[in-house]
């Protein structure tokens, strides 16, 4: 059973209150801070926890369930009609390929591997294509299974030191990628060996911007795992960013672009944890970063920018639970381009939770809308999403309701 489920909730049937409890018990948080996360007071929970106060409506169910990262809200709710995965997305059709390359140990050398100048070829249009692509999932899903046995193939067979080390900071490229298309699948054990196998190939290589990439991915991996393991994902990027630091007044784009996405990631689980000013403290250390690149410039796999701050604003201003801020930041963002396609969407579903928090329900939709418009696949594996939409479709609103509706059957929550 995955630690972040319940007890069989049909066998031995809970009070809605019951498991609000052993959820958040399980997550490492108290009553105080999972009040703060849903704003009701803590004696308020403790009366739902308790059973003194009846189960909530849906929109305080979702908060929770959000605060929470339930990832089926069967498992909250005790309703066996209710098996909606939140945070996790479905499967990809391509997911099994890709996870049998990811499993697949050769031991002999039946794969000839290709030249090195061939890969990093092969997976520079990767990114590219990643970042050009609606369904980014369905477009590097379709490279990685080659791209995984060519890299391991690389590793394998390297003969001098330096071959050698070529080939794993390509190897860790290789799951950095197949990283970006996993997450949100319901494979979580496959997430971990490959942010970990990355990590290990790019400590490997020795090279510093391999070794910031699979640091960065390796800490979000900690960081979406719950309120438990944020330190580890803070242990994890304050690493990364004290090894990089010494090479920062030479470096490259590259290398000072993932230090910048490192420090962000700072900012964002001091945000998770409501400290203000320290999320804020490192959204502006990333930003004089950003500030030093090339105003053209964009992180091939971080989307790390100048274009791309005002996002990282407003994600900060969100997990703080700021809504007001939130619509100031979207308003500041929103006057810089965002060249990735995923990217986009994500802030576009970033900007709707702004708007939920503020009020603004109608225009969260709307944001919605324009997130499915730019990247179909990142809105369909988007918790956050996925608990905005469950929640319009509720609306007392008919309009509103019927266009959460809607877009739920383009996401895939709804059938036709």
Do not use: C
């Not at 049998?100 to 050769?106: P, T």
């Not at 990628?177 to 400590?203: H, T």
């Not at 964009?298 to 274009?307: E, L």
């Amino acid at each position: 059973m995955p630690v972040d489920a319940t007890p069989d909730p049909y066998a031995d049937p809970l009070r809605f209150g019951q498991r609000v409890q052993i959820l958040r018990e399980r997550r490492g948080m108290t009553q105080t801070q999972l009040a703060g996360l849903i704003g009701v007071s803590p004696h308020t929970l403790r009366k739902l926890e308790n059973g003194q106060q009846k189960a909530p409506g849906l929109e305080m169910v979702m908060r929770i369930a959000e605060a929470l990262r339930v990832r089926d809200l069967a498992d909250l709710t005790g309703r066996p009609d209710a098996h909606v995965d939140l945070f996790i997305g479905p499967g990809h059709p391509r997911l099994a390929a890709v996870k049998a390359a990811i499993d697949s140990f050769a031991l002999g050398s039946r794969v000839e591997p290709p030249p090195v100048a061939h890969l990093e070829a092969r997976l520079h249009a990767a990114w590219k294509a990643r970042h050009a692509a609606k369904n980014h999932r369905e477009t590097i899903g379709a490279l990685l299974p080659d791209l995984v046995r060519d890299a391991q193939a690389l590793a394998r067979q390297a003969d001098s030191g330096n071959d050698r080390r070529r080939a794993q900071a390509l190897l860790a490229q290789t799951y950095s990628l197949s990283q970006f298309f996993i997450a949100y699948q319901p494979d979580s054990s496959l997430l971990w060996r490959v942010a970990e196998r990355g990590m290990i190939a790019a400590q490997d290589s020795g090279d510093p911007h391999a070794i910031g990439v699979a640091a960065w991915l390796l800490a979000q991996a900690h960081r979406d795992s719950g309120p438990r393991h944020l330190e580890t994902a803070d242990a994890v990027n304050l690493e990364a960013v004290r090894f990089l630091e010494p090479l920062l007044p030479d470096a490259s784009d590259d290398v000072l672009a993932i230090a910048g996405a490192l420090e962000f990631e700072l900012g964002y689980t001091a945000a998770r944890r409501q400290d203000t000013a320290t999320a804020w403290r490192h959204w502006d250390k990333a930003n004089d970063m950003a500030a030093r690149l090339p105003g053209d410039y964009y992180h091939p796999i971080t989307s790390f920018s100048r274009a791309i701050m005002g996002a990282h604003a407003v994600t900060v201003a969100v997990e703080l639970h700021q809504g007001g801020e939130s619509v100031r930041q979207v308003a500041r963002a929103d006057r810089t381009v965002i060249k990735s396609k995923p990217r986009r969407a994500r802030h576009r579903i970033e900007e709707a939770r702004g708007y939920r928090l503020d009020g603004q329900r109608d225009v969260a939709v709307a944001s919605l809308e324009k997130a499915f418009e730019a990247a179909p696949e990142t809105i369909r594996y988007n918790g956050y999403a996925r608990s905005i939409l469950l929640e319009e479709m509720e609306s007392t609103q008919a309009a509103r309701r019927r266009r959460a509706s809607e877009l739920a059957v383009k996401v895939g929550i709804l059938t036709a």
